[in-house]
């Protein structure tokens, strides 16, 4: 417990975030000048063109793919009109037209199109986690994502963290893609007919299939070593799963090629350790493999016979890859190709060679009008109030006005902590874990749907009472590792939190060396648009759209206070200590180790609030941004 569990609470909470159905219309693209002026209030000038189009066909090969991973229930697309929002506009109606258009064309070339999923299904919107009192997350939104042809999926760790969504996995969404929703490594435990529980995958552990062309295949679908699963689910480490003997008897005979997909980066992970006992068997066989969870575009080799696809998250990049298998002898180096597109109408149209009138098919149609009547049955477009300035997660610096993490420390905990609070009028000292947020916040209305995307966090407000100001500014500064011994406990915190999921740091570090590596590029921005600039370890540009990377300030305490009460003698014990009871358990470490005259105990803890994470920015945006 204490320092290591610090800021996992994120993950157990439901994470969420939609976009609302009113603002749903598909954008449109003339609709530049409003981003062009929205622009200029904090950044570098925008050409007041259309949306950039493509200007590189895709490289086909003889098998193709199509790859999702991390969408977290961002199938409506990002709909809001702030940079670079509305390079991801495509909503997943059109992702299936696109899909359609592409499968046309594979068939017309007469190649393999193979559509895959690396997990991560929900915890994101509030399409999938504004379920009603009794639901389960995502189990509508799933509802849609089944009517695309996947061929191959893998199960994601937040489709772990709660018993119910799991059994909601096994029992409705893998028979909607019969033997192909795979979970080599991850099961579940359920009664069978005799009363008696028992373990079983919560897919299947692998899947052999022939392709339209005639390619048999072997797919596994493997998960990471995660240990943040709830009672009655299991994850094995790869390294032990590759030990099994279902697993030498899946990989026995050879395929035309391996499809290892699953819920790991391809890159500091386990890949090698199921890559290198494939590869002890079949020194040569092309293996293809689609990974995830860590939220980057991102691509290695680890041989000439294999590429490693990761293709970012919340439907900000779908990823392709594709390989010419049948021209060369059995040993040479393959030719991959691999390319990361930014999904929206104009990315899809470009190449499915349509035009916004000849682009949509029925089925993408209906796939959006659910989405939208979902997005009005969960009430996602209630709004709470208009943000006056967009707030950004990373974009901009910590602190700042511009920060959602200042404007959350700052102004949202005092006014929203104080309403209907019989302790208003005594002093507090409030603070709050950085990763309370996870996405920006944008100028326009405030509704349900961005409370979910900005905190879906259920953590409640505790305190502490009658404590001195320096005691609780020495309590944060162990919380922030300010000192060299708690640094060390932050380092093992952060070890614990990767485990449990949480890929932040990751995400951030990725965010980081991608503004590093823009900086140094000797290139015209002149005309390039705010977006991911990947630099990846596979040969050529990776990204569909050349980019210039957002800015991006990844330095941050984990720990934000609140303004100082004024007029507070700070030796006076008199102010509430606040903080999140995700966080108790470190809170009173710290509390104990900074002073002995007493002991703090869980029985000093109170109850500060009824507005959990999850409410305190709806109920500020109803007091200030109206
Ligand atoms: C596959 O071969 C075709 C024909 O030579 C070529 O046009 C295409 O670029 C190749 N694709 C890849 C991924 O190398
Ligand atoms: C991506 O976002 C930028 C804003 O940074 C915008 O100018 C551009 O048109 C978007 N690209 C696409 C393809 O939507
Ligand atoms: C899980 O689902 C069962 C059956 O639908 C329900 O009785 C139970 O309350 C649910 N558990 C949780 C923690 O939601
Ligand atoms: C099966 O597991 C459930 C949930 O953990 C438990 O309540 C039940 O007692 C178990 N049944 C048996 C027969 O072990
Ligand atoms: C997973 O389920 C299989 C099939 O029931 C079982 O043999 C295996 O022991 C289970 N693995 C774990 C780690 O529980
Ligand atoms: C794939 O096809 C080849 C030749 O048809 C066959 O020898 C091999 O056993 C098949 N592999 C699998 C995994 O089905
Ligand atoms: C084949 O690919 C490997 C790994 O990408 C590379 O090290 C090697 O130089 C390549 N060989 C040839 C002949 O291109
Ligand atoms: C695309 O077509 C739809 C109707 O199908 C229309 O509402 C929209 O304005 C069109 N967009 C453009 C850019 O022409
Ligand atoms: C933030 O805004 C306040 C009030 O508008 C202003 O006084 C302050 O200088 C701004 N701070 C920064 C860092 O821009
Ligand atoms: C806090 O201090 C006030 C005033 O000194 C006192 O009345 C109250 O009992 C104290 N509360 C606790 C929990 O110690
Ligand atoms: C940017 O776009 C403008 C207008 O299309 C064009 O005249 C100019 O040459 C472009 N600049 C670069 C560096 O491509
Ligand atoms: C500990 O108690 C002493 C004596 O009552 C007092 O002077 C000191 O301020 C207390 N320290 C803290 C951290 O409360
Ligand atoms: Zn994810
Ligand atoms: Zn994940």
């Not at 048999?216 to 070593?225: D, R, W, Y």
Request: glycine share 8%.
């Amino acid at each position: 417990m204490g320092f290591l569990s610090l800021r996992v609470g994120l993950f157990f909470a439901l994470l969420g975030g939609v976009r609302t159905c009113d603002e749903h219309d598909h954008l449109l693209w003339d609709d530049y000048s409003h981003f062009q002026e929205h622009f200029q209030g904090h950044r570098r000038a925008f050409p007041s063109t259309n949306l950039p189009v493509p200007t590189r066909p895709l490289e086909w090969g003889d098998v193709n793919i199509i790859h999702t991973t991390d969408s977290h229930g961002w199938l409506l697309g990002h709909q809001k009109s702030s940079f670079p929002e509305p390079n991801y506009s495509g909503d997943f109606g059109d992702f299936a037209s696109f899909v359609a258009h592409m499968k046309e064309i594979a068939s017309e070339k007469d190649v393999d199109l193979l559509l895959i999923d690396t997990g991560d299904l929900h915890d994101g919107t509030g399409l999938s986690d504004g379920f009603p009192p009794g639901g389960i997350d995502a189990h509508d939104s799933n509802q849609f994502f089944a009517q695309l042809p996947y061929d191959v999926l893998a199960i994601g760790n937040h489709e772990l963290y709660i018993y119910n969504v799991t059994l909601d996995m096994h029992t409705n969404f893998a028979p909607k893609f019969p033997g192909r929703y795979l979970s080599s490594n991850a099961n579940i435990t359920v009664p069978d007919g005799n009363g008696n529980n028992v373990s079983v995958p919560v897919g299947s552990r692998y899947a052999k299939f022939t392709t339209a062309k005639g390619r048999n295949v072997t797919a596994l679908g493997v998960m990471f070593h995660f240990t943040g699963n709830d009672e009655g689910t299991t994850v094995q480490a790869p390294a032990a799963m590759v030990k099994e003997t279902w697993f030498s008897e899946a990989i026995a005979d050879e395929p035309d090629f391996f499809l290892l997909i699953g819920h790991m980066p391809v890159r500091n992970g386990d890949w090698p350790t199921v890559f290198n006992a494939v590869r002890a068997v079949h020194p040569t066989t092309p293996i293809l493999l689609l990974g995830g969870h860590t939220h980057i575009r991102d691509c290695v080799q680890l041989d000439g016979r294999m590429m490693a696809l990761e293709s970012g998250r919340y439907m900000e990049t779908v990823g392709w890859m594709s390989v010419n298998l049948t021209q060369t002898s059995d040993t040479d180096n393959l030719t991959f190709s691999r390319r990361y597109l930014d999904p929206n109408r104009v990315t899809f149209e470009y190449h499915t060679r349509t035009r916004n009138s000849t682009f949509d098919t029925s089925v993408g149609q209906e796939i959006t009008q659910g989405l939208d009547a979902l997005s009005v049955s969960y009430d996602l477009g209630f709004q709470y109030g208009i943000a006056p300035q967009d707030y950004f997660l990373t974009a901009a610096p910590y602190p700042s006005n511009s920060s959602a993490l200042t404007l959350l420390s700052q102004e949202v905990l005092p006014v929203a902590l104080a309403v209907n609070n019989s302790r208003a009028n005594i002093p507090a000292f409030m603070f709050v874990q950085s990763g309370g947020l996870r996405f920006d916040i944008y100028k326009g209305p405030f509704d349900k749907n961005d409370q979910f995307t900005v905190s879906p966090f259920t953590n409640a407000f505790v305190f502490i009472p009658n404590v001195t100001i320096n005691l609780g500014q020495q309590v944060l500064d162990g919380l922030n590792g300010v000192t060299p011994s708690k640094r060390e406990f932050v380092e093992e915190m952060e070890e614990t939190e990767y485990a449990r999921g949480d890929v932040a740091k990751r995400y951030r570090e990725w965010l980081k060396r991608m503004a590093e590596y823009d900086a140094v590029q000797k290139r015209d921005t002149e005309n390039l648009t705010l977006g991911y600039v990947t630099h990846d370890s596979c040969p050529g540009v990776g990204d569909d759209i050349p980019h210039t990377a957002i800015q991006s300030y990844t330095s941050v305490p984990n720990y934000l206070a609140s303004p100082l009460p004024p007029g507070v003698d700070p030796d006076s014990p008199i102010v509430d200590l606040v903080f999140t009871d995700f966080v108790q358990g470190n809170v009173l470490q710290a509390l104990n180790s900074a002073q002995s005259n007493r002991t703090f105990t869980t029985a000093d803890v109170g109850s500060y609030s009824d507005c959990k994470l999850n409410c305190v920015l709806g109920v500020f945006a109803q007091q200030s941004w109206n």
